[in-house]
């Protein structure tokens, strides 16, 4: 059985008086900035009570995991007549080990039970704490009793203990009275992230978007009651960033498709702050999820792209190489996987138009008895409004592609001609469209093809082709470059 410490004062009496402090009122309004980076900035308002010259002022319900050198202190009542001479993060927080840890050399009463269930008490001198390996205290007649099995008991409580994270201010005042006061810091621990969760229709024409705040406080501090605001884009910050953990509940949420947005954007610096137009309290060791947006009818594209080597390409190429070998790498297993891809573009039109913090999407539709079933997700960065959001959830069932390289002519140390064929399947009862991809380098140039094809940019092309119904269709082109 470990030792038991008993304290005779009550911690509720004692602990404005530890280290001799005034203590300043508990939080009248917060407000919470969240990044999605898994910190926050915290507003909180407080009363004090100021006498004229020097205040020892303390601080309590603060996050446990606040950084220290980001606090800031004001009086809102009179600027002018407060000057702060000392900050503190004072976080030697009571425990029963603390306490021993801090009582070394103060007399403690022992006591302990004879087999017999009768209890004896010693006096004596702790003169070691577990911080030592283990407790020992030495008897007033000078025998000294290790690791005793126990209750160990202290006539007061050491100095410099807290029953929560504090913070303190040597403050000096021009005047007394009460005042209100402003305290802002900086805490990790809590963090956001965006969750959306889209319902594609019968025909993969149009879906409904619902986004979703997960919303996860780990700080070490409860807010009653915030203006919680939440801030969207990449801010810099000199450390180490935290990883945002925690369960979604977005994938579950669909049937809440028709809640109202609680979320005011506006623009700030370069970044977006989303602000929830009602308080809300965030508990500490709390995942809230909060609706952010809901946009119904949104226009869908769906493509099918059949992009038989561009994994293998964008591993293969880069600029600035000099070890070309046009001759060899090339992927001519003949069974490839054709993209399933959904494209919508988030503008007023399409009934969206707002900045969409980055976060997984995850994609539903009704089958035929009306069910929802998961078809794919995939993940967005920040996107602004006006720009395409481009899912990739899956690869088709039913329609494949081959890819192979059917002619290689090295026609000068520096000029190839290369002929390819691909071959794209329609197992399905409805024709389809697919977009065949490819990739070229250097200086190129197509001088045959069976089909149209769009240049993408200085290294890709496009041919956008349609399959019948149960067939297929075969595309068979040349490429020459010189470099």
């Known amino acids: 059985m470990k030792h038991i410490l008993s304290i005779l004062v009550l911690l509720s009496i004692i602990a404005p008086s530890i280290c001799g402090a005034d203590t300043a009122s508990g939080p009248k309004s917060v407000q919470l900035t969240v990044y999605n980076q898994n910190f926050a900035l915290v507003k909180d308002t407080r009363s004090v009570t100021l006498r004229k010259g020097m205040n020892n002022i303390d601080a309590q319900d603060v996050a446990a995991r606040i950084d220290p050198t980001s606090i800031l202190f004001k009086s809102l009542t009179a600027p002018n007549s407060v000057s702060i001479l000392e900050q503190n993060y004072q976080y030697d927080l009571i425990s029963p080990d603390s306490i021993l840890n801090k009582s070394i050399g103060e007399q403690v009463t022992f006591t302990w039970y004879d087999g017999a269930g009768n209890f004896h008490q010693d006096m004596g001198e702790l003169i070691s704490t577990p911080a030592n390996g283990g407790v020992v205290i030495q008897k007033d007649d000078g025998n000294i009793i290790l690791r005793p099995t126990g209750q160990t008991t202290l006539k007061k409580m050491p100095e410099g203990l807290h029953p929560k994270p504090t913070l303190n201010w040597l403050l000096d005042s021009d005047r007394a009275g009460s005042q209100d006061t402003e305290i802002s810091y900086i805490t990790d621990g809590i963090g956001w992230k965006c969750d959306y969760v889209a319902l594609v229709n019968k025909d993969d024409s149009a879906l409904d978007l619902t986004g979703w705040v997960t919303l996860n406080n780990n700080s070490g501090a409860t807010y009653k009651d915030a203006k919680l ?44 702050m989303y602000s929830m137009q009602r308080p809300t309290t965030i508990r500490d060791n709390e995942t809230k999820q909060l609706s952010l947006l809901n ?36 992927d001519t297993s003949n069974y490839h996987k ?6 919508v573009v988030n503008s007023k039109e399409n009934h969206m138009g707002i900045p969409l913090p980055k976060g997984k999407i995850r994609v539903y539709k009704l089958d035929d008895s009306g069910s929802q079933q998961f078809i794919g997700e995939d993940s967005i960065d920040h996107t602004p409004k006006d720009e395409k959001v481009r899912l990739y959830i899956g690869d088709a069932f039913d329609v494949v592609g081959d890819y192979k390289r059917t002619n290689y002519d090295k026609i000068t140390d520096r000029i190839i001609e290369e002929s390819f064929e691909v071959k ?10 697919v977009k065949v991809v490819d990739h070229v380098w250097s200086e190129w140039s197509v001088t045959k093809s069976t089909h149209k094809f769009n240049k993408k940019d200085a290294h890709t092309i496009e041919f956008p082709v349609h399959v019948a119904a149960n067939g297929e ?7 020459r470059t010189r470099w």
């Not at 949104?298 to 070890?323: H, Q």
């Not at 794209?424 to 469209?433: F, L």
């Not at 269709?473 to 490429?479: F, G």
Request: avoid cysteine; glycine fraction near 8%; aromatic fraction near 14%.
């Open 338 to 343: 054709v993209n399933v891809v959904l494209e």
């Open 229 to 272: 605001t939440l801030m969207a884009g990449d801010v810099r910050r000199l450390q180490q960033e935290g990883a945002f953990g925690g369960r979604t509940m977005a994938a579950y949420a669909m049937d809440s498709m028709a809640s109202k947005p609680q979320f005011e954007e506006k623009s700030f610096f370069e970044y977006h």
């Open 473 to 479: 269709t075969v595309i068979t082109y040349t490429i």
């Open 424 to 433: 794209i399947r329609n197992h399905k009862e409805t024709a389809v469209e």
């Open 295 to 330: 946009a119904a009818n949104v226009p869908t594209k769906k493509e099918m792209i059949y992009d038989a080597r561009g994994d293998w390409f964008r591993n293969w190429w880069y600029p600035t190489r000099t070890d070309y070998d046009p001759g060899g790498g090339y």
